[in-house]
């Protein structure tokens, strides 16, 4: 029997299947498409992705291909060179700097179609197996486990194959989800666009060496224009009406590019197409992301507007955390209640992206959605690294009841992100966490004095005021790096023992 079964290698398949494959997991990964997505849509990975990417053992492969650009501008425009409505950020590079104190990782800015292949190669290396042009069509699960019914798409050829977890990495329209019969909530359809990607070159349209993206807000339509990393290649798109009875069908390529050349200001624009396709914007979240064995991870689990970056990152975000709970659980490290807070704290992760990307759509592309119902945003690096993670794999302390902490403020506090900090060993926090549960002691306690276990010890030595643990206590880390609890009293094994019974749910 396979231990997981993983159906889709989109951003939340490949990053599922490779978190598992390097911790040791059998996996089996079952894709219908002949070979990952060749869109770029999802470009960019943030630094708390980036984290993950590095202990995926990817980080240098993923910065090879998507440096950060030198220059990158997000503006509200009537056109590329038109009327200026709102900027949103006048130069990404320049923010970088000060989150270099939360996280070493950097920032990644790989397209989708760079990144899969990267993480599926890493699940194969590490012994996944991985088919493509295989379609999950039906699964049933009993208490030991699942069934699928894989079908090859090319012979139709049916195979039965059994797995201890099937994880649905489906997509938006997820057949998993919707054979389980999970509903999902949110603020739903928001608009329909057409997508476009196409190759030109923009030289003197946009200036050398700077990526762009515009929204745009042009009295003949509304949409976006995307740069990516690969030269001359370039996303657009263009919002069309179904309640005014237009469909995608209603926009030929001539009519594209005629709207094309108004956008990017270059009535002379010759564009070559290299795929068009509708898309429906939509900000949604299921109910449940765990049925039994069957998990959902990515857009299966919720799908949020691109406004933001925050999706597909989210995807590979659910990929890592749902990983290390099932290899625990898989390997008997822990028990199997651990399963249970991936929902519980995924799903808060994913309500403040919705939330933020909400709230950038409508600044963006919607401002006559502007109201009391639409979110305000609390800024891109509290979602990313300040969400406080709530379940029974963390012992909490009294607290003010708020989903995120500013994470320049980390203090220790369980729940959150362990602050950065190069410990006496030479090490970064990151180093350590990434590694496996660690605990970091205060220099005076005695706490690699006892048997820890699983557990990976460092001294925190003088910054133990960043911990809050003082010269004697201690910081439990778990695999993601969130603080899963703390003590200012010194080494007691029993204590320790019962502490990581409780977050392992055994
Ligand atoms: C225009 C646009 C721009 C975006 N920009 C960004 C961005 O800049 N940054 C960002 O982070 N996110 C962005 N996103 C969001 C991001 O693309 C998605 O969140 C991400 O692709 C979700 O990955 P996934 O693996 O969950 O789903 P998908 O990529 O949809 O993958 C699902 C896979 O499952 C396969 N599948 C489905 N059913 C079966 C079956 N029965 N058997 C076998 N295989 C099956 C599908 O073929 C597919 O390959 C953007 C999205 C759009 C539409």
Same mark, same amino acid.
């Given at each position: 029997?396979?231990?997981?079964?993983?159906?889709?290698?989109?951003?939340?398949?490949?990053?599922?299947?490779?978190?598992?494959?390097?911790?040791?997991?059998?996996?089996?990964?079952?894709?219908?498409?002949?070979?990952?997505?060749?869109?770029?849509?999802?470009?960019?990975?943030?630094?708390?992705?980036?984290?993950?990417?590095?202990?995926?053992?990817?980080?240098?492969?993923?910065?090879?291909?998507?440096?950060?650009?030198?220059?990158?501008?997000?503006?509200?425009?009537?056109?590329?060179?038109?009327?200026?409505?709102?900027?949103?950020?006048?130069?990404?590079?320049?923010?970088?700097?000060?989150?270099?104190?939360?996280?070493?990782?950097?920032?990644?800015?790989?397209? #989708?179609? #760079?990144?899969?292949?990267?993480?599926?190669? #890493?699940?194969?290396?590490?012994?996944?197996?991985?088919?493509?042009?295989?379609?999950?069509?039906?699964?049933? #699960?009993?208490?030991?486990?699942?069934?699928a019914q894989l079908l090859d798409?090319?012979?139709?050829?049916?195979?039965?194959?059994?797995?201890?977890?099937?994880?649905?990495?489906?997509?938006?329209?997820?057949?998993?989800?919707?054979?389980?019969?999970?509903?999902?909530?949110?603020?739903?359809?928001?608009?329909?666009?057409?997508?476009?990607?196409?190759?030109?070159?923009?030289?003197?349209?946009?200036?050398?060496?700077?990526?762009?993206?515009?929204?745009?807000?042009?009295?003949?339509?509304? =949409?976006?224009?995307?740069?990516?990393?690969?030269?001359?290649?370039?996303?657009?798109?263009?919002?069309?009406?179904?309640?005014?009875?237009?469909?995608?069908?209603?926009?030929?390529?001539?009519?594209? @590019?005629?709207?094309?050349?108004?956008?990017?200001?270059?009535?002379?624009?010759?564009?070559?197409?290299?795929?068009?396709?509708?898309?429906?914007?939509?900000?949604?979240?299921?109910?449940?992301?765990?049925?039994?064995?069957?998990?959902?991870?990515?857009?299966?689990?919720?799908?949020?507007?691109?406004?933001?970056?925050?999706?597909?990152?989210?995807? @590979?975000?659910?990929?890592?955390?749902?990983?290390?709970?099932?290899?625990?659980?898989?390997?008997?490290?822990?028990?199997?209640?651990?399963?249970?807070?991936?929902?519980?704290?995924?799903?808060?992760?994913?309500?403040?992206?919705?939330?933020?990307?909400?709230?950038?759509?409508?600044?963006?592309?919607?401002?006559?959605?502007?109201?009391?119902?639409?979110?305000?945003?609390?800024?891109?690096?509290?979602?990313?690294?300040?969400?406080?993670?709530?379940?029974?794999?963390?012992?909490?302390?009294?607290?003010?009841?708020?989903?995120?902490?500013?994470?320049?403020?980390?203090?220790?506090?369980p729940g959150f992100h362990a602050?950065?900090?190069?410990?006496?060993?030479?090490?970064t926090t990151l180093d350590v966490?990434?590694?496996?549960?660690?605990?970091?002691?205060?220099?005076?306690?005695?706490?690699?004095?006892?048997?820890?276990?699983?557990?990976?010890?460092?001294?925190?030595?003088?910054?133990?005021?960043?911990?809050?643990? =003082?010269?004697?206590?201690?910081?439990?880390?778990?695999?993601?790096?969130?603080?899963?609890?703390?003590?200012?009293?010194?080494?007691?094994?029993?204590?320790?023992?019962?502490?990581?019974?409780?977050?392992?749910?055994?």
């Amino acid at each position: 029997m396979t231990d997981v079964i993983v159906v889709g290698a989109g951003l939340g398949g490949s990053s599922t299947a490779m978190f598992l494959a390097r911790r040791g997991i059998d996996v089996l990964v079952v894709e219908r498409h002949a070979s990952t997505s060749p869109h770029p849509r999802a470009a960019g990975q943030h630094q708390r992705t980036m984290e993950f990417l590095h202990i995926g053992g990817v980080a240098d492969e993923i910065r090879a291909v998507g440096p950060p650009p030198a220059e990158f501008r997000i503006k509200v425009a009537e056109s590329l060179h038109g009327r200026v409505l709102h900027t949103v950020m006048e130069n990404f590079a320049d923010g970088l700097g000060a989150v270099e104190q939360l996280t070493p990782a950097g920032w990644g800015s790989a397209t #989708q179609d #760079q990144a899969e292949p990267i993480m599926m190669e #890493q699940a194969s290396n590490h012994g996944a197996t991985v088919r493509f042009a295989t379609e999950l069509v039906s699964f049933e #699960q009993d208490a030991d486990g699942v069934t699928a019914q894989l079908l090859d798409v090319e012979s139709g050829r049916s195979e039965e194959v059994r797995a201890k977890y099937l994880v649905g990495a489906d997509g938006n329209r997820s057949p998993i989800r919707e054979r389980l019969g999970i509903a999902r909530t949110g603020f739903g359809g928001l608009s329909n666009h057409i997508g476009i990607v196409f190759d030109a070159d923009l030289t003197g349209v946009l200036p050398d060496g700077e990526q762009w993206l515009y929204y745009l807000q042009n009295p003949a339509f509304t =949409g976006a224009y995307i740069g990516v990393n690969k030269p001359n290649r370039h996303i657009f798109s263009i919002e069309y009406h179904p309640e005014k009875g237009e469909s995608f069908t209603d926009y030929p390529a001539e009519r594209i @590019v005629e709207l094309m050349r108004i956008g990017l200001d270059s009535p002379d624009l010759d564009p070559e197409i290299i795929w068009t396709g509708p898309w429906e914007m939509a900000a949604r979240i299921a109910e449940k992301w765990r049925d039994g064995r069957v998990f959902l991870v990515g857009d299966a689990a919720k799908v949020t507007p691109p406004t933001g970056a925050l999706g597909g990152n989210a995807a @590979v975000g659910d990929g890592f955390d749902l990983a290390w709970k099932l290899a625990a659980v898989l390997t008997g490290e822990a028990g199997p209640g651990l399963l249970d807070t991936y929902e519980a704290e995924r799903k808060r992760a994913a309500e403040l992206v919705v939330n933020e990307s909400m709230a950038n759509y409508v600044l963006r592309m919607a401002p006559h959605l502007a109201g009391p119902d639409i979110p305000e945003a609390i800024g891109p690096i509290e979602v990313v690294l300040g969400v406080r993670h709530t379940s029974s794999a963390v012992i909490p302390e009294p607290d003010d009841g708020s989903l995120t902490m500013d994470p320049f403020k980390f203090n220790g506090e369980p729940g959150f992100h362990a602050p950065h900090v190069v410990l006496p060993s030479g090490e970064t926090t990151l180093d350590v966490w990434g590694a496996g549960w660690a605990l970091l002691g205060g220099p005076d306690g005695g706490w690699d004095e006892i048997d820890l276990g699983i557990l990976q010890f460092r001294s925190l030595g003088e910054v133990h005021d960043r911990f809050g643990v =003082g010269r004697e206590g201690a910081s439990l880390l778990r695999p993601d790096g969130v603080v899963a609890w703390r003590t200012t009293s010194k080494a007691d094994e029993a204590t320790l023992k019962n502490v990581l019974r409780q977050v392992l749910s055994c």
